[in-house]
């Protein structure tokens, strides 16, 4: 895409900048274009692959690698079940992705939007169907430009047709995270799967058509936020794709009285730069890396393979385009063609270090995250309950999670309250010192519970008590903290 300067509206003219439509070329050969295709066909394959990997947990449980069951209230990866208390897990992955992003980007630029980036990936392959369509660049843009005939219409209409497919398709990859993957296909092509699975699919389809098919470099250059302040996350020492203007200029292209002399003798008093447009034309933003570091440049680096093949054909060095740092480019310009590593800078290892702390807080608690907890509420309608005999009573829900898929045999105590009594609603036995509740496996007990003491054991209004919960198949225990309420005394 090549962005035009934006008249300002004191001179009458629109505020918006005049944009006009980028036809990439295609690349088939070079590091980087290999690189992407390596990362599109990763990214690609675990987002559609990775819904059908299956894991054995047992009978009665999903046998789905990777879920997030929202209606169970679980996520599962593999071996990890995570439960909703344990949403800080869910945390402590947010502060890695983010801090790896600020690490790559520190080190190596906008690596992730060249080659990661979903909008980068999927336009990437509706790029390469338009191709197959319709031709190269040059055929692309002619037939944009002709008028409509048979040979136009069945073009268009079959890029059209495939990329809705991989539309719907990247709909369906993402809501098979989020429900049984083989169930989930049979109901949607049955009609009997819900509406929300129909509409999750549609708007995620629609955003992939609308948004890879043709807003492309658009989003890039005004959607997204990430290139407004990458330059937050950049120093000197980061990996960059420009362009040795020291080398490159004055540019021209080679002539025909300039064709099959030697590189030493054509190149002597002019740049290495033949003007020969490749960098502009493999873009997919359409920007000239020539006019220097720009927003609308994404990092992918197919320029430098352009040019490198170009600079191949005329016998020339590599490297007129490069993906290096702006502070070694600074040191060949004034000819010191030594490098510097973009490791070589205290930031770096300050992210590397977080990274590896949260990590392994993470690996610590998942390797000792308890297998029971409880959750307890005492009930305010009322705080408490006057019974015969001078004693006062509390109610309280009891919310008993055995995160295991064996039933569990859990028995309940009170300490810290003289001469407490416990008795529990569906449970055998009255005024009870322990109480022994079963609950089934991977599930919540959920029992009300009422609490009955002197009113002689409170010194006021309330009283503190700890309900100690111990798992009998293991021997551990937990212990909550509440209040037991009363009459104010």
């Known amino acids: 895409m090549s962005v035009q300067n934006t008249p300002s509206p004191t001179d009458g003219g629109s505020p918006y900048a005049a944009t006009k439509k980028a036809y990439p070329r295609f690349l088939n050969a070079g590091a980087f274009r290999r690189l992407k295709w390596l990362a599109l066909i990763v990214s690609l394959g675990f987002y559609w692959i990775g819904p059908w990997l299956r894991w054995d947990r047992g009978p009665g449980a999903p046998g789905q690698a990777i879920l997030v069951d929202l209606p169970g209230r679980r996520a599962y990866c593999f071996g990890i079940e995570i439960w909703p208390q344990e949403v800080y897990y869910l945390t402590g992955i947010l502060i890695i992705a983010a801090l790896l992003l600020f690490f790559i980007s520190a080190l190596l630029g906008r690596v992730w939007c060249g080659f990661a980036c979903w909008q980068t990936v999927f336009t990437d392959l509706f790029v390469w169907i338009e191709r197959l369509f319709e031709g190269e660049r040059a055929q692309r843009i002619l037939l944009d430009k002709a008028p409509w005939s048979a040979n136009k219409l069945w073009r268009k209409a079959g890029k059209q047709i495939c990329w809705i497919l991989i539309s719907i398709l990247a709909g369906f990859g993402f809501i098979g995270f989020f429900d049984d993957v083989h169930l989930l296909l049979r109901d949607l092509l049955t009609g009997e799967a819900g509406v929300s699975a129909y509409a999750a699919m549609a708007v995620i389809g629609g955003c992939c058509y609308l948004l890879a098919g043709f807003a492309r470099e658009d989003v890039c250059i005004y959607m997204c936020p990430y290139s407004r302040f990458q330059s937050a996350m950049f120093d000197e020492h980061s990996m960059i ?100 590593s973009p490791m070589a800078r205290p930031r770096v290892y300050i992210y590397l270090a977080i990274i590896g702390l949260v990590a392994i807080l993470m690996a610590y608690s998942l390797m000792t995250r308890k297998t029971f907890d409880v959750n307890i509420l005492h009930e305010r309608a009322p705080m408490y309950v006057e019974v015969s005999g001078g004693r006062v009573r509390n109610g309280y829900t009891f919310k008993i999670l055995n995160m295991v898929r064996g039933p569990g045999h859990f028995r309940l105590t009170v300490e810290g309250l003289n001469k407490a009594t416990m008795s529990v609603i569906g449970v055998d036995g009255d005024q009870m010192e322990t109480v ?46 509440n209040l037991f309420a009363g009459p104010e005394r």
Not at 276 to 285: G, I, L
Not at 298 to 306: E, N, Q, R, S, T
Not at 451 to 478: H, Q
């Open 436 to 481: 022994d509740l079963p609950v089934d496996g991977d599930s919540v007990g959920t029992f009300r519970m009422f609490v009955t003491a002197p009113n002689a054991s409170l010194s006021g209004k309330k009283a503190d008590l700890t309900f100690a919960l111990t798992n009998l198949d293991t021997g551990k225990v937990v212990r909550r903290d």
């Open 241 to 340: 794709v420009s362009y040795e203007s020291w080398r490159g200029e004055p540019r021209g292209p080679v002539r025909g009285a300039g064709r099959g002399r030697p590189a030493e003798q054509l190149f002597a008093e002019r740049g290495h730069c033949i003007d020969c447009r490749m960098c502009v034309q493999v873009c997919p933003t359409g920007i000239d890396i020539r006019d220097g570091s720009q927003l609308a440049c994404i990092g992918c680096a197919l320029c430098v393979d352009a040019c490198n093949s170009m600079m191949d054909r005329v016998g020339l060095p590599r490297g007129l385009v490069s993906y290096d740092s702006s502070f070694n480019q600074q040191a060949r310009a004034a000819g010191d063609m030594s490098s510097s």
